[in-house]
């Protein structure tokens, strides 16, 4: 291989510098905040190594390969849990990933070749999103392309297979790089590697110290495997996405035609669906990019007896493959893979112009390709950098689904200190609203109680409350009439801001006295009290009607311990609340028998639609049941009312002994 000349050395300087720029610039709002992903990666699986020590498999979140997290430990470990920690080892990833881009195009194309590719790896939309998340995808880049560099050079150097150090710098490159313990997509690359060798064409057949670091590789990962072979579940995020698959066995190939036709059209029709990591559909080029792609690829096919042309094509095969059997299509994340390989094959187009026919002097032609280079390189640049940075991070969906109005709530909450008390609508499918704005405000002092504002509110102490809601977010109408009195100070973007005043029960309200709090309310558990139960008035008997429970905090909650579950949780493994109300009301229309029972069937509408976890003593919140009205929804009900653990289905119990209270309500009326 040439030495680096100096022009070539400064302009990879620069190329280095770039890529890291813009993987570690404006990190607080592109990707705009945290999503699921990110924050299960790194607190269930990177933190959770630093609690109880490595492991060989994880087998929450379908099932996860131990490097990516265990390397991140580290870095946790030295920095605590933050924006920078938890996403500095996808941005070295992506870095690495540019360079090494470099290197393979330097070694098998040339020095033009291998800076152009690198370049548009550094700019590259799609290599910018695996580079500034906190999951593990771009992890298994680097190894992957460690790995080709050293088959290329094993398979075309012949001088290298008598040298350990090369077979086991394959060997390691291949069994990590293969996805095997970075990301379960790399797993095509024993399949890549071991067809690359007839394909390539060795100078001479040296296949021996070539399949031995091949089965190096294999051992490596053994133990993987082994762990995940024991494991219950495991690999179920291979089940969940091969729909496809699992079509085609049942006799219905149109869900594998259809991926495979949609994935063979992400460079100019239909990109990845997903607002997580893509503006949703956006291909990977624009019209001039794709048609300079397909020319390139139109070139390395009329080139296939080329040992370059050869690898490069399969490698992109074997990189887009995952898309074909599993969904979504198009998939960035499935083809996370052939990343490189597409722009290396974009970046061979330069080197094929120069090549034709033009009648030029060597040094026009040179100037000829690097016209071209910089022509592909400004194409991609001028679309993905603003698609990246401006378009996709403020897109109203992306800033939903990263929890951005979080975000923006913390620094609210860091600016306006003297707010101390205050709930926060959250939809509550999981603790993970709550960690985000932790972990983006980790000193702010405020004690915030956590809600579901489709259908409760919490009262601070039992007075009026500040309280921050999403937009976008849906509330039940009962407490849509509550939202009457706008916040103090102006909420961040993208939340509503409001001061509510308790909403007391009318006369009408059920109470069911007892002794145990001063208003003679019945305690649950010695902690939380039922005050009151009342209709909402019906709209209209053919809609839903609701029943409001009013509550009241009279002690700490006799709770578990919270602990953080991935999601999906391991096999076994009970990930969903810890406390619920049960509400079932029998409803009569010729009125209960001599024992009292009711002639009608039972209706259920169970939930806590708040954080348990986030009361204090002294709260009081309102939640309301829905229930599908009937033709008996006018007459005389019985309402049985209680706590429990929906995990063990126990019960909690006032001091009388019993686990329910028992209520005689009137039917819901119109207003």
Excluded at 384 to 395: A, C, I, K, S
Excluded at 453 to 462: H, K, M, N
Excluded at 603 to 630: C, K, N, V
């Amino acid at each position: 291989m040439k030495r680096l000349h100096s022009v070539e050395r400064a302009t990879l300087v620069a190329l280095l510098l770039l890529t890291w720029a813009l993987r570690w610039v404006v990190l607080l709002g592109a990707p705009p905040g945290w999503r699921d992903d990110d924050l299960i990666e790194v607190y269930t699986f990177s933190a959770r190594i630093l609690e109880e020590g490595p492991a060989l498999y994880f087998p929450g979140a379908s099932g996860h390969e131990p490097l990516f997290h265990t390397l991140r430990a580290a870095v946790v470990a030295l920095a605590g849990i933050n924006q920078a920690s938890a996403r500095w080892l996808s941005a070295v990833a992506g870095l690495l990933a540019a360079l090494l881009t470099w290197a393979v195009g330097r070694r098998i194309w040339g020095r033009s070749t291998g800076l152009l590719a690198g370049g548009l790896v550094a700019v590259s939309f799609w290599a910018l999103m695996y580079s500034r998340v906190a999951v593990r995808h771009m992890g298994a880049l680097p190894w992957m392309l460690l790995a080709i560099y050293w088959a290329w050079r094993m398979l075309r150097e012949p001088q290298l297979c008598r040298r350990r150090q090369s077979v086991a710098v394959l060997g390691m490159a291949a069994g990590v790089a293969g996805g095997l313990l970075t990301y379960y997509a790399g797993r095509v690359m024993p399949a890549l590697l071991l067809t690359a060798y007839p394909l390539v064409r060795p100078r001479r057949r040296r296949w021996r110290p070539y399949l031995l670091a091949l089965v190096l590789g294999g051992l490596m990962a053994a133990p993987m495997f082994w762990a995940a072979a024991g494991t219950a579940g495991a690999d179920a995020r291979v089940s969940e996405l091969a729909v496809p698959i699992h079509s085609l066995r049942s006799g219905d190939p149109r869900p594998l035609l259809h991926t495979t036709w949609t994935t063979l059209g992400m460079a100019h029709a239909r990109g990845d669906p997903e607002w997580l990591y893509n503006l949703s559909e956006r291909p990977v080029f624009g019209a001039l990019g794709a048609a300079a792609f397909y020319i390139a690829l139109l070139t390395a096919l009329y080139h296939w007896r080329q040992p370059a042309e050869r690898l490069l094509l399969l490698w992109l095969a074997a990189g887009i493959g995952p898309a074909f059997i599993s969904l979504p299509p198009s998939s960035y994340g499935h083809t996370i893979l052939a990343l490189p390989a597409v722009y290396l094959l974009l970046a061979t187009l330069p080197s094929t112009v120069t090549q034709l026919p033009w009648g030029l002097s060597r040094r026009g032609r040179r100037i000829a390709g690097i016209g071209v280079a910089l022509l592909l390189w400004s194409l991609v640049a001028a679309r993905d950098l603003p698609d990246y940075f401006v378009h996709w991070p403020n897109h109203p969906m992306v800033r939903f689904l990263y929890r951005a109005n979080y975000r923006d709530l913390a620094h609210h909450l860091e600016i306006h200190d003297e707010i101390q008390d205050l709930a926060v609508g959250s939809m509550l499918f999981g603790p993970w609203d709550k960690v985000a704005l932790q972990t983006d405000a980790p000193n702010i002092t405020a004690r915030i109680r956590w809600v579901n504002p489709e259908r409760a509110l919490v009262f601070v102490g039992g007075g009026p409350t500040h309280l921050y809601l999403q937009r976008e977010g849906a509330r039940a109408q009962p407490i849509q009439a509550l939202l009457n009195r706008a916040a103090p100070s102006p909420p961040p973007p993208g939340m509503q801001g409001y001061w509510v005043e308790p909403a007391a029960p009318s006369e009408k309200a059920v109470r069911h006295t007892g002794a145990g709090t001063p208003t003679g309310a019945v305690l649950f558990a010695d902690a939380l009290a039922l005050d009151a139960v009342q209709w909402v008035p019906l709209e209209d008997l053919d809609g839903p009607f609701w029943l409001a429970t009013w509550w009241s905090v009279h002690a700490p909650l006799p709770l578990p311990p919270e602990r953080l579950i991935p999601h999906p949780p391991p096999p076994d493994v009970y990930s969903g609340p810890r406390l619920a109300v049960f509400a079932h009301f029998e409803m009569s229309s010729e009125g209960e028998d001599a024992e009292g029972h009711a002639s009608e069937v039972v209706h259920i509408d169970d939930g806590l639609w708040l954080d348990p976890y986030s009361l204090r003593p002294g709260d009081r919140f309102i939640q309301f049941h829905r229930f599908e009205a009937a033709p008996s929804a006018t007459v005389p009900v019985r309402c049985r009312l209680g706590l429990y653990d929906p995990l063990t289905g126990e019960r909690w119990r006032t001091p009388s002994g019993d686990d329910h209270l028992l209520l005689h309500l009137d039917a819901p009326r119109l207003p």
